[in-house]
């Protein structure tokens, strides 16, 4: 097992226009969060799935931010219409029950 | 809220030198406390958890619940513990509340 993979490495788009970002969690792993790091501070959490059930949502996940894990395995972050200050690190991490969180290599995503 | 502080955005010692990298909290109730280290160019990565009482590549940690802090130590620095070091908190363990609060980082620099 590789870990939690993420992709893509790097994204990078226009601001207005739609992106999609995708992770893989360690297999045996039933949680999978996303958080989101700025450059200066650490990461922030965004949401968290147990399974296929969206448990909990940050208030910074506005109405653009859509998370989905549709069979508790695999889990897209899409955002809709970017902004300038969408540019970020996305993480995503998974655990197993109550274990440590696992992070992926993040996608970066610059906004043009 | 739940709150993690660390104080120090760089630390500078040299090899040999004992390090103490601090960590304060701010959580009602008992949280579970982290730290994760990012060495350069690799993924965060689990350094220690509070509830294993153990200690990784020399580094130790104790809970503090009077002051609330969590401080990472090592007696003495060597040049690959160069890295950003995140402490970390969630709700306890078995409990409902995984999400992870992250300090703002403490970048770590053993000189030679």
């Known amino acids: 097992d590789t870990g939690v993979s993420q992709n893509p490495r790097h994204k990078i788009t226009k601001r207005g226009q739609n992106v999609t970002f995708r992770c893989d969690p360690i297999?045996?792993?039933?949680?999978l969060y996303w958080y989101r790091q700025t450059l200066g501070q650490g990461p922030e959490f965004l949401t968290y799935?147990?399974?296929?059930?969206?448990?909990?949502k940050s208030r910074l996940l506005s109405d653009r931010f859509s998370a989905e894990r549709p069979k508790g395995s695999f889990s897209t972050l899409e955002i809709q219409r970017t902004e300038q200050g969408d540019s970020a690190m996305y993480l995503c991490?998974?655990?197993?029950?109550?274990?440590?969180?696992?992070f992926g290599d993040g996608t970066r995503l610059s906004i043009l | 809220a739940q709150r993690v502080t660390q104080p120090e955005k760089l630390l500078s010692v040299f090899k040999g030198a004992p390090v103490e990298l601090k960590c304060n909290y701010s959580?009602?109730?008992?949280?579970?406390l982290f730290w994760y280290v990012q060495y350069s160019r690799q993924r965060l990565q689990l350094l220690l958890r509070?509830?294993s009482r153990e200690s990784i590549k020399g580094f130790t940690a104790d809970l503090n619940k009077g002051e609330t802090s969590f401080h990472l130590k090592k007696p003495f620095a060597q040049e690959e513990d160069s890295a950003m070091y995140y402490c970390?908190?969630?709700?306890?363990?078995?409990?409902?509340?995984?999400?992870?609060?992250f300090g703002k980082g403490t970048l770590l620099t053993v000189n030679p």
């Open positions: 991490a998974s655990s197993p029950g109550g274990g440590s969180q696992h």
């Open positions: 297999s045996e792993h039933n949680r």
């Open positions: 799935f147990q399974n296929e059930a969206q448990l909990e």
């Open positions: 959580y009602s109730g008992s949280p579970e």
């Open positions: 509070h509830i």
């Open positions: 970390a908190l969630s709700g306890p363990s078995g409990g409902s509340n995984y999400k992870l609060t």
